[in-house]
């Protein structure tokens, strides 16, 4: 700058290009009323080109311009940005799912430009909650992340008043920030607390948000949301998958807002019937939970069908569960109930292969996973650790085994045969502009409505687009149980709980209102744990296997791919040689899993590592489909 500028405030700006990861300075022209923070939206002038970016600090930042040199100025103003925290926070997600500043800080920003923010409304407009519950003391953990695992069936609106009313919370100042797995249980939760009397909205209204509003409700991009302070965090549902982004970077909103609240001083509540291993296996975080007597009364009846020494004739439909449908369709009050919901997920892994005398079904005898013939082999090979083995029944010692393999068209009109009536089938995403299925208030919105028969089939999806049924058989539950990944049993206990809240809680209903599994692994541990309602046992055996094999969360994972892959692992594996705990291992050709003892050695070492220019890469952090 020269001396008649002096006058002017520097800026360092991040853009928004994503290759370029350094910052740049800038000077705020002096004829500017704008307010510039950090945080603000701005555009300018980088190598002949416009570009908008984020003010990311003010005044002379360390490495600033030296004397002398004359700074570009801003060429515009674009309104309101994320605060200063996310900004912080934005930075630190970048090192740790190795991706960009820039796309967190664009998931934290409006999609319009916003050049001026509503009144907040005051805090006096409600009643304070001085009742106690079982996570009243949580809040008193400033900072602090508690766990608390509620059965299936607990209606959570209780929870979220609670949180957002209580003094100690109101008292900080600021949002509570309440995080759902899906847009339709956040629309419902905020319609539902705006009835309550307690301001709420969504994280679509952005503007309301950075203004700081008592309550906003988002799903995985809420973690983001631009609240000036938070004054405390619920994440509903924290196990489901949904919060963890597929595309790179692939981020935890969970991990994020439990980040945020750590640096805010702000309490986090993680609120699951099945809190992830992930979470709760360290050790560190408290978990509060019921008693085992109403812990166990608020899952569903489990009613777990032994397939392996099934009639081959009877095909997917069991005797069971031939009853169960007739028990369904045959009374006139299961219709206002809900449907009779059938899953089959054909997409559930790897193809499943049983002994064609005694039907058992072959599981590799390392890590217990689905075993598979590859073609034009004479082995068994395991998809998930790669151990192989002979063509032989462990159990009975023949060598004969049968494909266990439909899709779910073909499935449906066998059922529709079988049981004589209109059977409709879902799968796949929910249809574009579809609305949130009704159904009882205390349940999370559907997805989408789904078709009107009294039976459905389809994959998954099938439990995402209806809020009520009278029965859910998952007719061919290994699929999930026994799935080649690494979060087989939390993803089978996530379906169990969203089935669980279909049906209802055990006893209040029909007799045939329960979840029924058809399995050739009936005494699995996540199936006996359901029955019970007990699922910590089974959670905490999740952990011990993982501690032994030195899995995540007990050590850090990364997968490398694509067709630069081999060479950006050629240069990761050059680097660790001075780190001991890492290491660089390949898969196959185009994929590299990258293991570390810890996320600082393994995020500092890809980092660190210069990506080979091009397009033909990915990194994901954090990889469950291994």
């Not at 290759?19 to 704008?34: G, M, N, Q, R």
């Not at 999609?111 to 009243?136: C, E, F, K, Q, S």
């Not at 699995?524 to 032994?548: T, Y």
Request: hydrophobic residues 45%.
């Amino acid at each position: 700058m020269t001396k008649a500028d002096t006058a002017l405030q520097t800026v360092r700006v991040r853009t928004e290009v994503a290759a370029l990861s350094k910052t740049f300075d800038y000077a705020v022209p002096s004829a500017w009323e704008h307010d510039v923070r950090v945080g603000t939206r701005v555009r300018v002038p980088l190598h002949g080109r416009s570009v908008r970016g984020w003010v990311v600090s003010t005044g002379d930042a360390p490495g600033a311009a030296p004397p002398g040199v004359d700074l570009l100025p801003l060429k515009s103003w674009l309104g309101w940005g994320p605060p200063e925290e996310v900004v912080d926070l934005a930075e630190w997600a970048a090192w740790r799912w190795a991706g960009t500043a820039a796309f967190f800080l664009r998931a934290a920003s409006p999609d319009t430009i916003v050049r001026a923010l509503p009144r907040a409304p005051a805090p006096t407009g409600w009643p304070p909650t001085t009742t106690t519950h079982l996570w009243t003391p949580a809040l008193d953990d400033e900072s602090g992340t508690t766990v608390l695992r509620l059965p299936p069936a607990t209606d959570l609106i209780d929870l979220v008043l609670s949180v957002a009313g209580d003094e100690r919370v109101r008292a900080r100042g600021g949002s509570v920030v309440v995080l759902v797995p899906s847009t339709g249980w956040a629309e419902r939760l905020v319609t539902r607390l705006i009835r309550r009397g307690m301001p709420a909205v969504s994280s679509q209204s952005w503007a309301e948000a950075r203004a700081g509003w008592p309550v906003v409700v988002g799903t995985r991009s809420g973690a983001w949301l631009p609240v000036p302070r938070l004054a405390a965090a619920v994440v509903l549902d924290a196990h489901d998958a949904a919060y963890k982004e597929e595309s790179a970077p692939t981020y935890s909103a969970v991990d994020v807002l439990r980040e945020r609240a750590r640096r805010e001083g702000a309490p986090c509540l993680l609120v699951s019937p099945v809190p992830p291993v992930a979470v709760t296996a360290l050790g560190h975080l408290e978990t509060i939970a019921l008693t085992p007597h109403d812990e166990r009364a608020g899952w569903p009846a489990l009613e777990t069908v032994d397939r392996r020494g099934a009639d081959p004739r009877s095909g997917m439909f069991s005797e069971e569960f031939v009853r169960l449908a007739r028990s369904v369709l045959d009374d006139p009050s299961a219709t206002a109930r809900g449907p009779l919901v059938c899953v089959y997920n054909r997409s559930g892994g790897a193809r499943l292969l049983a002994c064609a005398h005694c039907g058992e079904l072959a599981q590799c005898t390392r890590c217990g996973a689905a075993v598979a013939r590859p073609k034009d082999e004479e082995v068994l090979r395991c998809p998930r650790c790669s151990e192989t083995r002979p063509v032989v029944c462990p159990h009975c010692g023949r060598l004969r085994m049968k494909a266990l393999r439909v899709g779910v068209s073909r499935l449906r009109e066998e059922l529709a045969a079988l049981l004589g009536v209109g059977v409709g089938e879902v799968a796949g995403p929910r249809p574009a502009g579809s609305q949130a299925a009704p159904g009882p208030e205390h349940q999370p919105a559907a997805d989408s409505e789904a078709p009107s028969e009294p039976v459905l089939i389809g994959t998954e999806a099938v439990l995402h687009r209806v809020r009520r049924a009278a029965a859910v058989s998952f007719l061919d539950i290994d699929l999930h149980l026994l799935a080649p990944r690494l979060s087989a049993t939390e993803d089978t206990l996530s379906l169990l709980v969203r089935a669980g809240r279909l049906v209802g809680p055990r006893g209040t209903g029909p007799t045939w209102a329960r979840v029924q599994t058809q399995t050739r692994v009936p005494d699995h541990p996540v199936l006996v744990a359901a029955a019970a309602g007990e699922p910590a046992r089974v959670l905490e055996a999740e952990a011990d296997i993982r501690r032994a094999s030195a899995l995540p969360p007990f050590s850090a994972l990364a997968l490398v791919s694509g067709t630069l892959a081999g060479a950006y692992a050629e240069a990761l594996a050059a680097a660790a040689t001075a780190n001991p705990g890492v290491s660089v291992t390949p898969l196959d050709e185009a994929r590299f899993l990258v293991h570390a003892d810890d996320h600082g050695a393994l995020c500092d070492l890809l980092a660190g590592t210069p990506r080979p220019a091009g397009r033909g890469l990915r990194v994901e952090v954090d990889p469950t489909a291994i």
